[in-house]
């Protein structure tokens, strides 16, 4: 059974980028019919998409992050990534990431704390 | 894009009550919902998608219904597990994918 689980730094400069991974175990991320992608959850906040990753290496993305947001699939590695540039303290959230099934995400990990401060 | 207005906030129930959980889209959706339930420090996990479908090993409990704008998640016969935050997502037109603001279910 698949499981996910992200990496990265737990704190961030302002104006820096965030570099986290998602490593899946379990299970390989290179299937078809499946996209990988990253959820954000502000401290005492709701649930903001960022973007998915097919496995082919196709895109998309939340135009909100006003494409500071980048994220790149490398299935011989089993993992997925996320690069977010110019952090400010409004990026200050817990980061997800998920296997998506049609457009929804049935596979979630745990999640991580990225803490944007100088 | 979509916005997701779910409602109420927060609803107050006992054990063994039943709990009904508003979501509404601000244009049709078809059937493409989804809910998660939140427990405190953890991942969101999915209950139901496809607005009525419950996904794999989650309770009879939990039913969802709707289509179109509409949409209800209802908990018959709380436990104490069941107590936590409720998300709506809409997977209709994206991106981006959308959530509501959720709905805390306490006692």
């Known amino acids: 059974q698949l499981q996910l689980q992200e990496s990265g730094p737990g704190l961030v400069k302002p104006s820096e980028t965030l570099s986290l991974t998602c490593t899946g175990s379990?299970?390989?991320?290179?299937?078809?019919?499946?996209?990988w992608g990253w959820i954000r959850q502000s401290p005492g906040k709701g649930l903001e998409w960022i973007g998915s990753?097919?496995?082919?290496?196709?895109?998309y993305y939340n135009p909100s992050l006003n494409s500071r947001a980048t994220i790149s699939i490398d299935t011989s590695k089993n993992h997925f990534s996320l690069n977010l540039t110019s952090m400010t303290a409004a990026d200050t959230a817990m980061y997800y990431c998920?296997?998506?099934?049609?457009?929804?995400?049935?596979?979630w990990g745990k999640g991580t704390t990225v803490i944007v401060s100088s | 894009d979509i916005v997701m207005t779910q409602s109420p906030a927060t609803l107050s129930v006992s054990p063994g009550e039943s709990a009904t959980l508003s979501c509404r889209a601000s244009?049709?959706?078809?059937?493409?919902l989804a809910w998660y339930q939140q427990r405190p420090g953890q991942a969101p996990r999915l209950l139901i998608y496809?607005?009525?479908t419950r996904a794999t090993g989650v309770p009879a409990r939990f039913s969802g219904s709707g289509s179109g704008t509409e949409f209800t998640l209802t908990i018959s016969s709380l436990q104490s597990e069941d107590f936590a935050i409720y998300y709506c997502?809409?997977?209709?037109?994206?991106?981006?994918?959308?959530f509501g603001g959720g709905t805390k279910v306490d006692i």
């Open positions: 998920a296997r998506r099934r049609w457009g929804y995400m049935d596979v």
């Open positions: 379990g299970d390989s991320i290179n299937s078809g019919g499946y996209y």
């Open positions: 990753v097919y496995y082919n290496g196709r895109t």
């Open positions: 244009q049709s959706v078809a059937n493409l």
């Open positions: 496809g607005a009525s």
């Open positions: 997502q809409q997977y209709s037109n994206w991106p981006p994918l959308t």
